[in-house]
């Protein structure tokens, strides 16, 4: 199912950055569908962005994490990415709802990836006012300010598809 690089992928000339999916689907963070397509315009979930951050921080491989026997939100119980999120959440990468849930399934938008991977890479969120009614703006500003969103043509509010969050 997955793929050394963009080339082995069956939909290769609808992947736009090349390069960045090379390098994820390389190091096990983005992986190619059943079908040998890599099914760039789909968009990601938040579950699924857990995950990708998981292995990313785990230097390229799926991390075992174990069962979850404490849950952090309501929507996440049974959920195949619970282990991915509660460890997200455990070091503040994730947020939930405000209403007690995650959505696990819900696209996550740019500005929501944005946040997880500013947050992972060493950014506090209380600082940097990712958190609170201005949580966009400023997690956008940041992203910004350090390259996040360069070579993406993209509305940071709107779900983001697999070739950007390569990208990002």
């Not at 921080?57 to 174990?66: E, F, I, M, R």
């Not at 966009?136 to 969050?165: C, K």
Request: charged share 20%; aromatic share 8%; net charge negative.
């Amino acid at each position: 199912a997955s793929a050394a690089d963009t080339k082995d992928f069956t939909d290769k000339d609808e992947i736009v950055h090349t390069e960045a999916v090379d390098v994820m689907s390389t190091l096990g963070v983005l992986q190619g569908k059943d079908t040998g397509a890599f099914d760039p315009k789909a968009t990601v979930t938040r579950g699924e962005m857990a995950k990708m951050i998981c292995v990313v921080l785990n230097g390229g491989k799926d991390p075992s994490l174990g069962n979850v026997t404490k849950y952090s939100y309501t929507d996440t119980v049974g959920h195949w990415a619970a282990p991915y999120i509660e460890y997200c959440a455990i070091r503040g990468i994730v947020a939930g709802k405000g209403d007690g849930t995650f959505g696990p399934n819900e696209t996550v938008t740019g500005s929501q990836a944005a946040k997880m991977l500013l947050v992972a890479a060493g950014y506090q969120s209380a600082i940097e006012g990712f958190t609170g009614a201005n949580w966009e703006v400023n997690t956008n500003v940041r992203a910004n300010a350090v390259g996040l969103y360069d070579g993406l043509d993209i509305n940071p509010s709107q779900g983001l598809t697999r070739d950007s969050a390569a990208q990002i």
